[in-house]
């Protein structure tokens, strides 16, 4: 559990750059709801560190354009065994 705000929302746009994360799988490895790792990376960052956040911004909006490619193949997998 973090007790720094600021260090834990650092740490959300580190590992989101070095992994290629998505939201929810920053979610999942740091235990938390994906409501806060986007409150973390969207209000809380750009504070604390503006230049992470600009490189952590072009991360999250690729994600956000690739989703419904994501969802798509989640959907297919469901239904056809994969």
């Known amino acids: 559990m973090y007790t720094n705000i600021e260090q ?3 740490d959300l746009a ?8 998505t939201v929810r799988s ?6 938390i709801s994906k409501s806060t790792v986007h409150k973390d990376l ?12 600009r490189q952590v ?3 999250l909006d690729i994600n956000k354009a690739e989703r419904h ?8 997998r469901k239904y056809k065994g994969d």
């Open 42 to 53: 969207t209000e809380r960052l750009p504070r604390v560190n503006p230049g992470l956040y």
């Open 69 to 76: 490619i994501r969802g798509g193949l989640a959907t297919r």
């Open 57 to 59: 911004r072009t991360l």
């Open 8 to 10: 834990r929302a650092c």
């Open 14 to 21: 580190v590992f989101i750059i070095d992994n290629r994360a």
């Open 26 to 31: 920053a979610a999942k490895h740091f235990g």
